[in-house]
């Protein structure tokens, strides 16, 4: 048996570094047995997918150096590698399970699931689908089909007894059948979910062992009962620890930087970045803390993997770096690390212009650029506040922050429509908006044009730098507490819409 693993991102946001988490795993365990580890593109939400984002995911993991040997930028024999371009393929394992009796319609309205949802919740049960389709007669399904009714495709689940399944990390699990829901695995508009496609996927490409996070445990089950209902044997399972912030909870931008470019445009090395994913799950034999990708592959026991959530503390990550930096690399190196990163013409040429206007010596230059070079600039917050009352300043920072989670284009004329938005919006005036954001992104109340150094700061550290600035105004007692942040969500979907998390 040839062993084949896969990673499967949702092209739908910025590369996760809980991506790269599992890509290095999959990566790893692969190459240890000669095997292949395959890319695949899970976009089956297309309101969400996005070329920009697929195209940034291949590129931040080429950059960490984690390759893949199929996938949609090189093909391969089992393509094609993208969700969407293989619809029939779903609809044919669709009418199967319909035919075998593991599938059935479902024509419930949102208002009706809604319904009892709520009223599930307020009986203290589990919200789940309380099964109202699943006994439709042929004739009535028929009707409401002609008669054009949307439905959806779901999993019919078993009424009793438990689904038993060994996974590699963890021995054997056993999960009651009823407490898996009656899951989806065809929406309305005739995309599979996740949980029919992958398992199809799964099979065609033939994937022999599935290393995911430990929060699809309580699916598998689920796709489980899809094997069997489609007559295919199920491949391995194994489940990762997840990746945690500092309190332990699951890792999130909230808390933590969590872009995989935000690290690449910080300075990070992607060596050291890999290391340290590495050593999040994994240790050597010989216990050592420095190592790279032929050395861990080499190496590699899936067994040796530690079920303890790994927490991911930036500071442990920039000693680790530093580590790289002085003891990996020789100087002549680490130049051309600065010149490849941001000290070369490309770059330095965009800030030029921006910077020219307020040059009398060649040495003013780099303090006006240094805010575009550095991860966090340093300020205070009666700097961030200025003449501001600070709580209405959190709450322009906060709105900023959502509606730049929503931009898919990042250059100048969209950040510029951003704040002229919200100063529209809020009813103030530009300069009203805009003292606050100057300290946040360049540390200093008067910099280079805020939109066009917004451009070459790039999402990820303009992000971090907003939360950053979030957080100080929070540490001085100033900022938005958890009442007046549903407070605030709750007005600004009504003035800007819905946000995305």
């Not at 319909?98 to 709520?118: H, I, Q, S």
């Not at 500092?246 to 690290?263: A, E, F, G, V």
């Not at 280079?448 to 917004?454: A, K, N, R, T």
Request: hydrophobic residues 35%; contains cysteine; charged residues 30%.
């Amino acid at each position: 048996m040839t062993v084949r693993t896969r990673i499967a991102p949702s092209p739908t946001g910025a590369p996760h570094v809980g991506t790269a988490y599992m890509a290095l795993f999959n990566l790893a365990f692969a190459r240890k047995h000669q095997g292949q580890m395959i890319l695949r593109i899970e976009d089956t939400d297309q309101s969400r997918s996005t070329k920009e984002s697929e195209d940034a995911i291949l590129s931040s993991l080429k950059w960490l150096g984690l390759d893949w040997d199929e996938g949609p930028d090189c093909g391969g024999e089992f393509g094609p590698y993208r969700q969407s371009e293989r619809l029939e393929i779903y609809k044919e394992a669709i009418q199967k399970l319909v035919d075998a009796g593991y599938a059935y319609p479902c024509f419930c309205t949102a208002e009706r699931l809604n319904e009892v949802r709520k009223k599930q919740i307020e009986n203290k049960q589990t919200p789940r689908y309380d099964g109202h389709c699943l006994n439709l007669s042929k004739e009535e399904i028929e009707q409401k089909m002609q008669a054009g009714e949307p439905f959806v495709y779901r999993l019919k689940i078993p009424t009793e007894g438990s689904c038993v399944f060994e996974d590699e990390l963890r021995g054997e699990v056993s999960i009651d059948w009823s407490q898996i829901d009656h899951q989806i695995i065809q929406k309305t508009d005739g995309f599979p979910t996740y949980h029919l496609a992958s398992i199809v996927d799964d099979h065609h490409m033939k994937i022999t062992h599935v290393i995911r996070g430990e929060e699809w445990i309580n699916s598998t089950p689920k796709h489980i009962l899809l094997y069997e209902g489609l007559g295919w044997a199920p491949p391995s399972f194994a489940h990762l620890p997840l990746l945690r912030n500092p309190d332990k909870s699951k890792l999130s931008k909230r808390k933590n930087p969590t872009s995989i470019d935000y690290y690449k445009d910080a300075g990070f090395i992607p060596e050291a970045v890999v290391n340290y994913l590495g050593m999040m799950g994994y240790t050597l034999p010989d216990q050592r803390e420095i190592f790279d990708l032929e050395e861990m592959s080499e190496s590699f026991d899936i067994k040796r993997m530690s079920l303890g959530g790994p927490i991911f503390d930036i500071a442990k990550l920039k000693w680790l770096n530093g580590r790289y930096l002085r003891e990996k690399l020789e100087p002549k190196d680490v130049l051309n690390r600065l010149i490849k990163w941001k000290a070369n013409p490309e770059f330095l040429g965009k800030i030029l212009p921006l910077a020219l206007q307020r040059l009398e010596t060649l040495s003013d230059f780099f303090p006006l650029a240094q805010f575009l070079l550095d991860d966090i600039p340093n300020y205070t917050t009666d700097q961030l506040v200025g003449k501001q009352e600070a709580l209405e300043v959190a709450k322009l920072l906060k709105i900023a922050e959502w509606e730049m989670e929503k931009m898919l284009n990042w250059d100048r004329n969209y950040l510029s429509q951003l704040f002229q938005k919200i100063a529209e919006v809020e009813e103030l005036k530009l300069k009203q908006v805009l003292p606050a954001f100057f300290v946040a992104f360049s540390g200093n109340s008067i910099s280079l044009p805020l939109f066009d150094s917004l451009a070459l700061l790039g999402p990820d550290l303009a992000r971090t730098r907003l939360r950053t600035a979030l957080e100080k105004l929070s540490a001085a007692g100033s900022g938005l507490s958890k009442k007046g942040l549903k407070k605030l969500e709750k007005e600004y979907m009504q003035k800007y819409g819905n946000r995305i998390d």
